[in-house]
């Protein structure tokens, strides 16, 4: 399953809202899709998992959604530490995969 | 709160053969799945394989098939990645993860290993 991330770039400020994009060329039962945080140097964290379950310890300003083909990662407010590399990943079909990333930066 | 400690960096040749390897610490090792997922340098992430260390199944993604190996040890609660016949390409940095559910998605991650390949 090929997961394409949209849009590349998502320049912003600190307390905007953020909306990022997974679409999947085949739906994605069971919603198992997953989003990753990646800060530069540093490796991925789970924010995400079954399209909007948030991960233990992860705040409530981001919120994940969707179903079939299309999801969403949404951040409400956007806060300093916020600002990196946002991937989603698919695990109904091996092997798992994901999208190739969204760089949310400053503003 | 599973820990993944992953081992130091590694200069390779092409063509030779890395091991790289993942303490867990701090669960049920036997529980999980642990998965290798690579970073080529500026790239986004591509999964490898993993292995069910109570099941002692492991899956393995159709790119990697024949060139990699990944083993779980129950004794040392350590899993390793066998990467051979290397190429300039493989120079990436290697994260070990775990999912502590009965899916595959990764909940933790190591700090990953660079492996660089280069003559």
């Known amino acids: 399953i090929v997961l394409t991330q949209s849009p590349g770039t998502l320049s912003l400020s600190p307390g905007e809202r953020a909306t990022l994009s997974c679409r999947a060329n085949?739906?994605?039962?069971?919603?198992?899709i997953a989003w990753y945080q990646q800060i530069a140097g540093q490796a991925p964290r789970l924010l995400v998992f079954?399209?909007?379950s948030r991960a233990e310890g992860i705040p409530s300003r981001f919120t994940g959604g969707g179903s079939g083909t299309d999801f969403t990662l949404t951040i409400s407010r956007l806060e300093p530490e916020d600002f990196a590399v946002y991937y989603c990943?698919?695990?109904?079909?091996?092997?798992?995969?994901f999208g190739q990333g969204t760089k949310v930066e400053i503003k | 709160q599973v820990q993944l400690v992953q081992s130091g960096a590694q200069l390779k040749k092409p063509g030779s053969l890395v091991k790289v390897s993942c303490k867990a610490s701090?669960?049920?090792?036997?529980?999980?799945?642990l998965s290798w997922v690579r970073q080529s340098p500026g790239q986004g992430l591509e999964w490898m394989g993993g292995?069910?260390?109570?099941?002692?199944?492991?899956t393995y993604a159709q790119n990697f098939e024949g060139r990699v190996t990944i083993t779980a040890d129950h004794s040392t609660t350590t899993t390793y990645l066998e990467l051979n016949g290397l190429r300039l390409e493989d120079t990436a940095i290697y994260y070990c993860?775990?999912?502590?559910?009965?899916?595959?998605?990764?909940?933790?991650w190591g700090r990953g290993t660079l492996v660089t390949v280069s003559s």
């Open positions: 993860t775990l999912s502590s559910a009965q899916d595959w998605f990764f909940d933790v």
């Open positions: 701090g669960g049920s090792f036997s529980t999980y799945s």
């Open positions: 292995v069910i260390p109570i099941l002692a199944r492991t």
């Open positions: 085949q739906s994605v039962a069971d919603n198992y």
């Open positions: 079954g399209t909007s």
């Open positions: 990943q698919q695990y109904v079909a091996s092997p798992w995969t």
